[in-house]
Nanobody, 119 residues
């Protein structure tokens, strides 16, 4: 089993920055990729960014490219999401999730952290 704990959410003005953290514990040696997803009221959960543990290869949703950066610290089993130039439409609960291979879905999920961007 893998446990994921997010932190770093909060309230920020438009144009501001936040850094989210996702700390993984348990059977982390088998993880392939960790990603960030978000969900706002009345909308479906959407992909934000993901990173591969082995080489740091990252992917992003078009809506956050150039503003968000995902990174990882293998020694700390932690993934970060640096969010710059935040917009009100970035307001959502952000979830960290992990998968064990390309053949599996995101099986492990954190409890989520609220990000609110005021205009």
């Amino acid at each position: 089993q893998v446990q994921l704990v997010e932190s770093g959410g909060g309230l920020v003005q438009a144009g501001g920055s936040l850094r989210l953290s996702c700390a993984a514990s348990g059977r982390t040696f088998g993880l392939y990729r960790t990603g960030w997803f978000r969900q706002s009221p009345g909308k479906e959960r959407e992909f934000v960014a993901a990173i591969r543990w082995s080489d740091g290869s990252a992917s992003y949703a078009e809506s956050v490219k150039g503003r968000f950066t995902i990174s990882r610290d293998n020694a700390k089993n932690t993934v970060y999401l640096q969010m710059n130039n935040l917009k009100p439409e970035d307001t959502a609960v952000y979830y960290c999730a992990a998968r064990e291979s390309t053949l599996t879905s995101y099986r492990y999920w954190g409890q989520g952290t609220q990000v609110t961007v005021s205009s």
